[in-house]
C-alpha cells in the first residue's frame, strides 16, 4: 500500500493533464479506493473509525510530499560541498539599485561657486560572500546599469585585495559598531590573498565571457561553477545577502522596474525633484550596512559573528594562501593584450598600435620594420591614456600614448565604447573627442542616464576613497543648522550653505543654464 501511494504523490508531482490536483482529500479518495480495490474487510479501521482514518492519511500525504519535494530539489541543485573552511567557496552576484539619491555638481560662474542637485538613474551593486562563515565582502559599486567583463574583473580583485583600515564615512550620522569590517580587513598579510577553490555564479553572459572566465580559472585558479538557469537558491548565500540591505535599501525585484504600487516608489510630485540624499551618502550607507553586519553576533554562529568566525579559522586552521608574487600579478590593475603593429604610408618610420579605434604612438614604435609584427600590451582599463608595449622575446619598447586631445583626463574602456556609441549617431556626438563628450553629459545633465555617466566620469575612484576623486566629487548637502550639529569638521567644510532655492530645483537649474 505504501509503495502505490508513493507512486500515487510521485505522478501527481508530474503536473500532467491526466492527473488530478494533489490535495489532501483526493490522496484520501486514492487510498479509500485501493482498500475497496484489494477487497478489505468493512468491519477493520479504517471503516470504523472514518475521522481519525482522513486524519492519519492527512498527515502521511503532508510527511510523503515534503520528502518528495526536499529529493527533488536536492537532485536539481549543485553538488552538496562541505563548507568548514574559510575562504573556499565565495559567491558573486550583482543586483540593480534603484538609486534614490543625486549627484551634485559643482560649477564656477562667473567666479561664484554653484552647486545643484542631479536625478541619477539604477546602478549596479556587486556582493560576494564567503560561504562557511557567512561574511560579506566590501561591496564593489558600479555607476552603470549593466556591468562589463572588465568591470566584473575589478570587482574580484576589490573583494580580495587586503586593507589595513575600513573606508572612512564622509556622511554626519554614520559610525562603524565595534568588530565591524570586511574579510579585507582582518589582518592577514599585505600583498597575499588566500586561495580561492570555488567561485560560484549564476549564467549571465558577463559572468561567462572570456576576460572573466579566465580571470578566474586561470590567473585566480579557481573552479568556476555557474548555476542552472531558475535556481537561484543554489546560491543562497549571496542572494540573502542582498536581503540585507533590502532592508534600507531599495533593490529592484526584477530586471522589468519597480511596481506602480511599490510602497517604497516615490510619488509623482518628488519624481520632479531630486533627492535631497547624495549619491556619496548611498554608498557609504551601503559600506556602513554591510561591515556592520559582518561585526554582529548572530544566533546560527552561536553568538559569534562572521568575522569572529574568520578570525578563529584564521588561527586554528591551515588556510592556504598564494604567493606573493601570484599575488601581486592576480592584483594588478593591467592586463596583457596582443596587438598588431600597424603603418600608414607617408607618416615616416613611425608605426602606431590601435587599441579601440585609438592610435596609440610611442618612440618604440619608430621603426618600420615592426610593421606586421604582433606586440604585447599591459593595458589599464580604468586609464587607456598610455601603456607599456613588448615585443614577443620580452623587450620592453617603452610606453606608447594616445593623441594629445586625450591627455587631459583619464577615461576608461567602458567610457570609450560609450563615446563611440555616440558619435555613430551624429545628432548626439558629432566628433569623437573627450571636450566633445564631456559637452554632451553637460547639455544632457538633467536625464537620468546621462548624469549617472558624468558622475561615473567626475568620481573615478568611487570605490576606493583613499585615492581621493580627480575632480570636485561633494559628498553631501545638509540644512546649515545639521552641519553646524555634526562633529566631523573635515567634512563640513566641503558642505556648500544651503539656501531655500535648493528645494525648488526647477527655477534655479533653468536659470544656470
Given at each position: 500500500?505504501?509503495?502505490?501511494?508513493?507512486?500515487?504523490?510521485?505522478?501527481?508531482?508530474?503536473?500532467?493533464?491526466?492527473?488530478?490536483?494533489?490535495?489532501?482529500?483526493?490522496?484520501?479518495?486514492?487510498?479509500?479506493?485501493?482498500?475497496?480495490?484489494?477487497?478489505?474487510?468493512?468491519?477493520?479501521?479504517?471503516?470504523?473509525?472514518?475521522?481519525?482514518?482522513?486524519?492519519?492519511?492527512?498527515?502521511?500525504?503532508?510527511?510523503?510530499?515534503?520528502?518528495?519535494?526536499?529529493?527533488?530539489?536536492?537532485?536539481?541543485?549543485?553538488?552538496?560541498?562541505i563548507h568548514n573552511t574559510v575562504f573556499r567557496d565565495i559567491e558573486i552576484d550583482e543586483h540593480?539599485?534603484?538609486?534614490?539619491?543625486?549627484?551634485?555638481?559643482?560649477?564656477?560662474?562667473?567666479?561664484?561657486?554653484?552647486?545643484?542637485?542631479?536625478?541619477?538613474?539604477?546602478?549596479?551593486?556587486?556582493?560576494?560572500?564567503?560561504?562557511?562563515?557567512?561574511?560579506?565582502?566590501?561591496?564593489?559599486?558600479?555607476?552603470?546599469?549593466?556591468?562589463?567583463?572588465?568591470?566584473?574583473?575589478?570587482?574580484?580583485?576589490?573583494?580580495?585585495?587586503?586593507?589595513?583600515?575600513?573606508?572612512?564615512?564622509?556622511?554626519?550620522?554614520?559610525?562603524?559598531?565595534?568588530?565591524?569590517?570586511?574579510?579585507?580587513?582582518?589582518?592577514?598579510?599585505?600583498?597575499?590573498?588566500?586561495?580561492?577553490?570555488?567561485?560560484?555564479?549564476?549564467?549571465?553572459?558577463?559572468?561567462?565571457?572570456?576576460?572573466?572566465?579566465?580571470?578566474?580559472?586561470?590567473?585566480?585558479?579557481?573552479?568556476?561553477?555557474?548555476?542552472?538557469?531558475?535556481?537561484?537558491?543554489?546560491?543562497?548565500?549571496?542572494?540573502?545577502?542582498?536581503?540585507?540591505?533590502?532592508?534600507?535599501?531599495?533593490?529592484?525585484?526584477?530586471?522589468v522596474g519597480t511596481d506602480v504600487l511599490d510602497i517604497r516608489r516615490e510619488t509623482g510630485n518628488?519624481?520632479?525633484?531630486?533627492?535631497?540624499?547624495?549619491?556619496?551618502?548611498?554608498?557609504?550607507?551601503?559600506?556602513?550596512?554591510?561591515?556592520?553586519?559582518?561585526?554582529?553576533?548572530?544566533?546560527?554562529?552561536?553568538?559569534?559573528?562572521?568575522?569572529?568566525?574568520?578570525?578563529?579559522?584564521?588561527?586554528?586552521?591551515?588556510?592556504?594562501?598564494?604567493?606573493?608574487?601570484?599575488?601581486?600579478?592576480?592584483?594588478?590593475?593591467?592586463?596583457?593584450?596582443?596587438?598588431?603593429?600597424?603603418?600608414?604610408?607617408?607618416?615616416?618610420?613611425?608605426?602606431?598600435?590601435?587599441?579601440?579605434?585609438?592610435?596609440?604612438?610611442?618612440?618604440?614604435?619608430?621603426?618600420?620594420?615592426?610593421?606586421?609584427?604582433?606586440?604585447?600590451?599591459?593595458?589599464?582599463?580604468?586609464?587607456?591614456?598610455?601603456?607599456?608595449?613588448?615585443?614577443?622575446?620580452?623587450?620592453?619598447?617603452?610606453?606608447?600614448?594616445?593623441?594629445?586631445?586625450?591627455?587631459?583626463?583619464?577615461?576608461?574602456?567602458?567610457?570609450?565604447?560609450?563615446?563611440?556609441?555616440?558619435?555613430?549617431?551624429?545628432?548626439?556626438?558629432?566628433?569623437?573627442?573627450?571636450?566633445?563628450?564631456?559637452?554632451?553629459?553637460?547639455?544632457?545633465?538633467?536625464?537620468?542616464?546621462?548624469?549617472?555617466?558624468?558622475?561615473?566620469?567626475?568620481?573615478?575612484?568611487?570605490?576606493?576613497?583613499?585615492?581621493?576623486?580627480?575632480?570636485?566629487?561633494?559628498d553631501e548637502t545638509f540644512p546649515a543648522e545639521d552641519i553646524n550639529q555634526s562633529t566631523d569638521?573635515?567634512?563640513?567644510?566641503?558642505?556648500?550653505?544651503?539656501?531655500?532655492?535648493?528645494?525648488?530645483?526647477?527655477?534655479?537649474?533653468?536659470?544656470?543654464?
Amino acid at each position: 500500500m505504501k509503495q502505490y501511494l508513493n507512486d500515487f504523490l510521485s505522478k501527481a508531482l508530474k503536473k500532467t493533464r491526466a492527473q488530478p490536483n494533489l490535495k489532501p482529500r483526493v490522496f484520501y479518495e486514492a487510498f479509500m479506493g485501493y482498500l475497496q480495490t484489494n477487497q478489505w474487510p468493512s468491519y477493520k479501521y479504517p471503516y470504523t473509525t472514518a475521522d481519525l482514518a482522513e486524519e492519519s492519511c492527512r498527515r502521511f500525504f503532508k510527511e510523503s510530499l515534503s520528502q518528495l519535494n526536499q529529493s527533488n530539489q536536492a537532485r536539481h541543485s549543485r553538488p552538496s560541498l562541505i563548507h568548514n573552511t574559510v575562504f573556499r567557496d565565495i559567491e558573486i552576484d550583482e543586483h540593480t539599485v534603484d538609486s534614490s539619491s543625486s549627484f551634485y555638481l559643482e560649477y564656477d560662474i562667473e567666479a561664484e561657486s554653484v552647486t545643484y542637485p542631479l536625478r541619477l538613474s539604477r546602478f549596479t551593486l556587486i556582493l560576494a560572500r564567503d560561504v562557511a562563515s557567512s561574511a560579506i565582502f566590501s561591496p564593489y559599486i558600479v555607476l552603470d546599469g549593466h556591468i562589463n567583463q572588465e568591470e566584473f574583473r575589478q570587482a574580484i580583485q576589490h573583494f580580495l585585495k587586503p586593507t589595513n583600515e575600513l573606508p572612512s564615512l564622509a556622511t554626519p550620522g554614520l559610525r562603524y559598531i565595534e568588530g565591524a569590517g570586511f574579510p579585507t580587513t582582518i589582518g592577514y598579510e599585505q600583498d597575499a590573498i588566500p586561495m580561492i577553490q570555488y567561485v560560484h555564479l549564476d549564467n549571465a553572459m558577463v559572468h561567462l565571457a572570456n576576460l572573466s572566465s579566465h580571470f578566474i580559472r586561470k590567473e585566480l585558479g579557481a573552479t568556476l561553477h555557474a548555476s542552472r538557469p531558475g535556481l537561484p537558491l543554489a546560491r543562497q548565500m549571496v542572494e540573502s545577502a542582498f536581503g540585507v540591505l533590502e532592508v534600507d535599501i531599495h533593490t529592484l525585484p526584477n530586471t522589468v522596474g519597480t511596481d506602480v504600487l511599490d510602497i517604497r516608489r516615490e510619488t509623482g510630485n518628488k519624481l520632479k525633484h531630486p533627492p535631497v540624499v547624495s549619491l556619496q551618502a548611498l554608498i557609504d550607507t551601503i559600506r556602513f550596512l554591510v561591515a556592520n553586519y559582518n561585526g554582529t553576533p548572530q544566533a546560527r554562529l552561536h553568538a559569534a559573528s562572521p568575522l569572529d568566525v574568520m578570525r578563529y579559522q584564521l588561527d586554528h586552521k591551515p588556510i592556504i594562501a598564494l604567493p606573493q608574487e601570484r599575488a601581486s600579478l592576480i592584483l594588478r590593475q593591467t592586463r596583457p593584450v596582443k596587438l598588431p603593429v600597424k603603418h600608414q604610408e607617408g607618416s615616416g618610420p613611425m608605426c602606431y598600435v590601435n587599441y579601440h579605434y585609438q592610435k596609440m604612438k610611442g618612440p618604440g614604435l619608430r621603426n618600420p620594420a615592426l610593421k606586421g609584427s604582433y606586440v604585447t600590451a599591459m593595458v589599464n582599463d580604468r586609464d587607456l591614456r598610455k601603456f607599456e608595449i613588448f615585443t614577443p622575446e620580452g623587450k620592453n619598447l617603452g610606453w606608447v600614448q594616445s593623441p594629445a586631445a586625450w591627455q587631459q583626463l583619464p577615461y576608461s574602456r567602458s567610457m570609450l565604447s560609450q563615446l563611440n556609441r555616440l558619435a555613430r549617431d551624429g545628432r548626439k556626438l558629432k566628433k569623437v573627442s573627450l571636450f566633445n563628450y564631456l559637452e554632451y553629459l553637460l547639455e544632457n545633465r538633467k536625464v537620468p542616464k546621462v548624469a549617472l555617466s558624468l558622475s561615473k566620469w567626475l568620481s573615478y575612484h568611487v570605490n576606493e576613497p583613499e585615492k581621493g576623486q580627480n575632480l570636485n566629487f561633494l559628498d553631501e548637502t545638509f540644512p546649515a543648522e545639521d552641519i553646524n550639529q555634526s562633529t566631523d569638521s573635515d567634512v563640513s567644510e566641503h558642505f556648500p550653505e544651503w539656501s531655500p532655492k535648493m528645494r525648488n530645483t526647477r527655477s534655479w537649474l533653468d536659470d544656470i543654464d
